[in-house]
């Protein structure tokens, strides 16, 4: 640092404020400071850093699968958001219990974590961990957490307010696994929007988020003059249903999803979905974790991203 201070031309101060991402020295100078870092092949030493400031500059993922699509855009998105920050990511599966996650997360002295989706349900029934600082992803707001989700029951209202504006007469839900958070508030937002245009709530029909599951519920459905789908996936296996019974999709039915999958566009016919914004989703959880870690600000306890209607031909 002392070398990179002597050939920039400013204090050794300053080359740490650049190192360590301050706001407080101009372009110019910082763009000085990072070209002597170039040329020198200057790098920060992380654990020398954490013995000074007493942290690793890393935080955790902790997740129980990545064959859903919202888990791996998820990792994506905070490994990305977390980059940004100067952290860096590391990946541990709650497949053997949360606890144990926790474990291997200590032991390699993370700062903090980010726990997903099925994984947060784990949160709540156990005691949270010493010394790591947690945010959770999809899951109920807890005493003494910060809870980061999308508006799954807004983007769910939204739907169903979507198919009955187009004319059906009732919209039909094929939902997701019981114990899922994202799953029961998408469930509450339907209900809601056929309560509030006074339409009768039809008994859901339940999947496990694969297409597999939406194509083995197509019988159930064979009726439905409209269906709301939990997922993206769940909606595709119901369309290949629809078109062996030889239902129009969406003259006989109207379908929407959510998630809005990349190949929603090439299903047949392209799915109308609600859009979960998974990166602005992912900077609310690295932001409002960093802000713990380092104490710079307050979390809010709750933090909700909003969700987008997508309008395709599946719903025309």
């Given at each position: 640092?002392?070398?990179?201070?002597?050939?920039?031309?400013?204090?050794?101060?300053t080359?740490?404020?650049?190192?360590?991402?301050?706001p407080?020295?101009?372009p110019?100078?910082?763009?000085?400071?990072?070209?002597?870092?170039?040329e020198?092949?200057?790098?920060?030493?992380?654990?020398?850093?954490?013995?000074?400031?007493?942290?690793s500059?890393?935080?955790?993922?902790?997740?129980?699968t990545?064959?859903?699509?919202?888990?791996?855009?998820?990792?994506?998105a905070?490994a990305e958001?977390?980059?940004?920050?100067g952290?860096?990511?590391?990946?541990v599966?709650?497949?053997?219990?949360?606890?144990?996650a926790?474990?291997?997360?200590?032991?390699?002295?993370?700062?903090?974590?980010?726990?997903?989706?099925?994984?947060?349900a784990?949160?709540a029934?156990?005691?949270l961990?010493h010394?790591?600082?947690?945010?959770?992803?999809?899951?109920?707001?807890?005493?003494?957490?910060?809870?980061?989700?999308?508006?799954?029951?807004?983007?769910?209202?939204?739907?169903?307010?979507?198919?009955?504006?187009?004319?059906?007469?009732?919209?039909h839900?094929?939902?997701?696994?019981?114990?899922s958070f994202?799953?029961?508030?998408?469930?509450?937002?339907?209900?809601?929007?056929?309560t509030?245009?006074?339409?009768?709530?039809?008994?859901?029909?339940?999947?496990?988020?694969?297409?597999?599951?939406g194509?083995?519920?197509?019988?159930?459905?064979?009726?439905?003059?409209?269906?709301?789908?939990?997922?993206?996936q769940?909606?595709?296996?119901?369309?290949?249903?629809?078109?062996?019974?030889?239902?129009?999709?969406?003259?006989?039915v109207?379908v929407?999803?959510?998630?809005?999958?990349?190949?929603?566009?090439n299903y047949?016919p392209?799915?109308?979905?609600i859009?979960?914004?998974?990166?602005?989703?992912?900077?609310?959880?690295?932001?409002?974790?960093?802000?713990?870690?380092?104490?710079?600000?307050?979390?809010?306890a709750?933090?909700?991203?909003?969700?987008?209607?997508?309008?395709?031909?599946?719903?025309?």
């Amino acid at each position: 640092m002392a070398m990179v201070a002597a050939r920039a031309g400013v204090s050794g101060q300053t080359v740490s404020r650049v190192v360590n991402g301050s706001p407080r020295v101009d372009p110019e100078t910082r763009a000085r400071i990072e070209s002597a870092m170039a040329e020198l092949g200057y790098r920060p030493h992380r654990a020398a850093r954490a013995l000074r400031t007493g942290r690793s500059q890393t935080i955790g993922l902790v997740l129980t699968t990545l064959t859903t699509f919202g888990n791996s855009r998820m990792l994506q998105a905070t490994a990305e958001a977390a980059a940004e920050r100067g952290y860096a990511l590391v990946l541990v599966t709650a497949a053997n219990g949360v606890d144990a996650a926790f474990a291997a997360l200590a032991e390699q002295e993370a700062d903090g974590a980010i726990v997903l989706n099925e994984a947060s349900a784990q949160v709540a029934a156990n005691a949270l961990p010493h010394g790591l600082r947690l945010v959770i992803v999809d899951a109920p707001h807890t005493v003494g957490l910060t809870v980061v989700h999308s508006d799954h029951a807004g983007g769910a209202f939204a739907a169903t307010t979507h198919l009955l504006k187009r004319g059906y007469a009732s919209v039909h839900h094929l939902a997701g696994p019981a114990d899922s958070f994202a799953a029961i508030e998408r469930e509450r937002g339907w209900r809601k929007a056929l309560t509030a245009a006074d339409v009768e709530v039809p008994e859901p029909v339940r999947g496990d988020w694969s297409a597999e599951s939406g194509y083995e519920s197509g019988t159930a459905l064979s009726a439905a003059p409209a269906v709301f789908c939990a997922n993206d996936q769940m909606a595709l296996g119901l369309l290949r249903a629809f078109a062996e019974q030889r239902r129009g999709v969406p003259a006989d039915v109207g379908v929407i999803g959510f998630d809005d999958v990349p190949d929603a566009t090439n299903y047949q016919p392209p799915l109308t979905t609600i859009r979960q914004d998974f990166a602005a989703l992912a900077h609310r959880a690295v932001d409002a974790l960093i802000a713990d870690i380092e104490g710079t600000e307050a979390a809010s306890a709750e933090a909700i991203v909003a969700t987008t209607l997508i309008e395709r031909e599946s719903t025309r």
